[in-house]
């Protein structure tokens, strides 16, 4: 049945297909190099006190919505360095979550969520 208020399947299934084709081509554009994650291991492995190795092939990737297996995104990589940077330096990594309120016009975005804050302290 027809809608007047909806496009016309194909102009609807256009849509769906270039914001798809543009999302895929971000999801690409910021992804860690092989490089990267190899430095990243090489930060990591110490606060764990193992060897790079031991971190297994799988680390420094996730799956995409295709189930391909993907390298992590640039900020999630600088992230995790970041924080074994602050680990090996003495620091300590600290998780506070906060008791904030989420504002009224955010309350659809998930209601039962709150606020978190990540530090880094030297």
């Given at each position: ?16 297909e ?7 081509a ?28 031991d ?68």
């Open positions: 049945m027809d809608r007047p208020d909806r496009p016309a399947p194909q102009v609807s299934d256009a849509i769906d270039a914001f798809q084709a543009g999302f895929n971000f999801v690409a554009a910021v992804q860690s190099t092989i490089p990267e994650i190899a430095a990243l291991k090489t930060s990591v492995a110490p606060v764990f006190d193992i060897g790079e190795a971190l297994g092939d799988d680390f420094g990737h996730e799956y995409d919505m295709t189930g391909n297996q993907v390298n992590i995104s640039i900020p999630q990589c600088v992230a995790m360095s970041w924080g074994a940077g602050i680990v090996q330096a003495g620091g300590v990594l600290t998780y506070t979550r906060d008791t904030m309120a989420i504002p009224d016009n955010m309350t659809g975005w998930g209601a039962n969520r709150k606020m978190v804050a990540f530090s880094g302290v030297l």
